[in-house]
């Protein structure tokens, strides 16, 4: 037995029922949907990628304006060129590596540039994105670590840069200028430079000092098991194990690889708790009360956990020792770029001091301009946790540069075999 | 005889229409060039070599083939990873079933007309958020330092923080709330779709309400049954969003070490065997519980049938 479709009651005057029919409804609706999607659309300034803006790079003009400082500012011995640009950057980046208003409002405003910036959290991941998109990615500026750059120019995955849009390079102490990974300077610019230690949570694991690598190994084994948190790139995991035991940790030998797996897999593997390259986002809610590390990272841990209503001083950071590694990211231009113009003029935007440093107080990690202590002292006299940015030259003197070489394949499988041996 | 010559058919001439089939070829050929092909691929990869200075976008060296692949993914270590997977899969499948028979029976049977739609949307749209980000939200009342742990240890209920987040039933709880949706909808149309007669006959005859279900409305859901087992328990293999964020070191599945091993360590054709394996051991998993169910309907099916005596002429 049917029942008669009941009639919808609405608030209307009677006079809209003859005017109101289905019919009348369904085209009201579409409009009104039609407009909000015109509408949507229409103020959306970001569209999809850097495709759109092809035409847009043959129209950068340099006019070379320069932001001059107040005069008997440190800021006036560094060059301060901006070099204007147009159109849409897309950066590929490490996660959290840049103030966001650096990439966002300030970016707009100063250089007229609108950015769109994607995450990865280890060179692999970058070297395989771009190798398997063969040019076609999409992307203006990369950021790979100095050790993974001779790989990636001899895949012709970077672009050459054109230096005379980069006036600004003067401003990076030649220390940090030239390395072995790119000797002529044709592909990379300095970002920044770190180093790797660890954190934890005094409190909770009862332990006050950790000195050193084979300290860490021993808190993670014991009071802190199973809550522990270690980077998720292969040089690192073992570079632990390796400058526990005082052995270079680019060392190709196959003695220390297999003595390197066997202590990982069999013995290390069931204490962890996480491969996480940025435990700053999970120590805040109480996911580790141990964690590897970059010096950074750890910075904007104990802002995160001040945020979260937590106990900053109950956490305490560690260089680690006797040995730890020195790496360095760097700006370069992905082969393909769409719009490489813009990108010179912002990587050329970013040397200059005031931006640098800004940045600089955001990440956490040394930007390796020239004469940083003056810099420091006029534009951020009351700077934050500086011991974590910067080291001194004995703690320096520690650090191991990074090396691609034979061993890497071994140290990325036995990255793989300790993820699965964690498992369950 | 007047020879009666056939109407003109849509191919204009006289007699022979395309076949049939031609209707299909579309998705025929979408399929053969986007699943079939890919697959051969990975099929292929997975003999190969790795080739790490290939400069053709592919690390593969297909020259020489072997099954070194297989060997290696069958080792102990990655193995387990396999096992916990398959493990997981079909204990949230069993806990979506369960979960899900009660919500779709009260659905189908015990529900007015008026409000099914909305009930049903209402199971339905959470499905609207991203995957991701239905998945991410799990992080905030599991958190150790978080509200809902806060209060739990207040209230005794538990001596520490909540240590549920980077372990295997994290991932369990997560798998069986993303994809309940899709065991519901197939068990209500299922059951939905069973003449009420049937249930009504079966009361007349003097069956009560158990039994009815057991002997009746269960084994004629029995299609809904298999086809939101296998619109769960297949992506739950395969998945990887739910592993990397709420897994940790200990929820490791096979759907993350895949990509692992492609990504990270640029190993495609160690990946792709693992591939396989993962579809070989899908395929035995469904095969074994098909198996199961033929068998124990056929023991039923003899235990209950109804033996007709001779007719006697």
Known sequence: ?424 | MAVVRMPAGPTGSTGRRAPKWVLAGPAIFWYIAFFVMPILFILLYSLGTKNALSTSGVPVDVGSLSLQNYRDAFSDTFFKTFRATIRIAITATVLCTVIGLPVAYFLAFKVQEKWRAILLALIIVPSFTSFLIRTLAWRIPLAPNGTLSGWLQDWGVIDGPIQILETQTAVQLALVYNYLGFMILPLFVALDRIEPGLREASKDLGAGRVATFLRVTFPLAGPGIAAGVLLTFIPMCGDFVTAVVLGGADGNMVGAMIDSQFKGAQNWPLGSAMAVMMIGAVLVVLGVGAAMVFVIRKALGIRRRVVLPEVVR
């Open chain 1, 1 to 424: 037995m049917t029942k008669r479709p009941e009639p919808i009651s609405i608030l209307a005057p009677e006079s809209f029922r003859e005017k109101l029919s289905r019919r009348s409804l369904f085209q009201i609706g579409g409009a009104a949907g039609g407009l909000a999607l015109l509408a949507a659309c229409g103020s959306d300034d970001e569209d999809s990628g850097s495709s759109d803006t092809a035409g847009g790079s043959s129209d950068t003009t340099a006019d070379g304006s320069s932001a001059t400082p107040a005069a008997g500012s440190v800021l006036a011995e560094y060059s301060n060129v901006i070099n204007q640009a147009e159109g849409t950057i897309a950066m590929y980046t490490w996660g959290d590596y840049n103030d966001p208003e650096i990439v966002g409002p300030l970016a707009e405003s100063t250089l007229g540039v609108s950015m769109k910036v994607d995450f990865y959290a280890s060179n692999e991941d970058l070297i395989v994105k771009l190798e398997a998109s063969q040019g076609t990615s999409g992307f203006d500026i990369v950021v790979p670590t100095g050790a993974y750059i001779p790989q990636m120019i001899a895949k012709g995955l970077l672009e050459k840069l054109d230096l005379s849009k980069i006036p600004n390079i003067v401003n990076v102490d030649p220390a940090y200028r030239n390395r072995d990974w790119d000797p002529d300077e044709g592909y990379s610019v300095c970002k920044n430079w770190g180093s790797t230690g660890w954190m934890w949570n005094k409190a909770v694991t009862g332990v006050d000092s950790i000195a050193t690598w084979q300290e860490f190994i021993d808190v993670a084994m014991n009071q802190a098991s199973g809550q522990t948190a270690v980077i998720d790139t292969a040089p690192n995991l073992a570079g632990m194990y390796f400058w526990a035991n005082g052995i270079d940790w680019t060392t190709e030998e196959a003695a220390d690889l297999d003595a390197c797996e066997a202590f990982l897999v069999d013995e290390f593997a069931q204490h962890i708790k996480a491969f996480d390259s940025y435990p700053s986002t999970k120590i805040a809610e109480g996911a580790y009360t141990l964690a590897m590390a970059w010096n950074g990272d750890a910075r904007q841990a104990l802002v995160r956990i001040a945020d979260a209503g937590g106990d900053p001083e109950e956490w305490a950071w560690g260089l680690g020792a006797p040995a730890t590694e020195i790496w360095m990211d760097l700006y370069c231009i992905a082969a393909g770029a769409p719009n490489p113009d813009a990108a010179h003029a912002w990587i050329n935007w970013l040397l200059t001091p005031e931006v640098s440093i800004q940045d600089l107080n955001y990440h956490g990690y040394n930007s390796g301009l020239n004469n940083m202590d003056a810099l420091l002292a006029e534009l951020v006299p009351d700077l934050v946790d500086g011991d974590m940015i910067f080291f001194s030259d004995e703690q320096v003197a520690t650090m191991q540069t990074g090396a691609v070489n034979s061993a890497q394949e071994r140290l990325v499988e036995i990255l793989n075999k300790v993820k699965a041996k964690a498992a369950g």
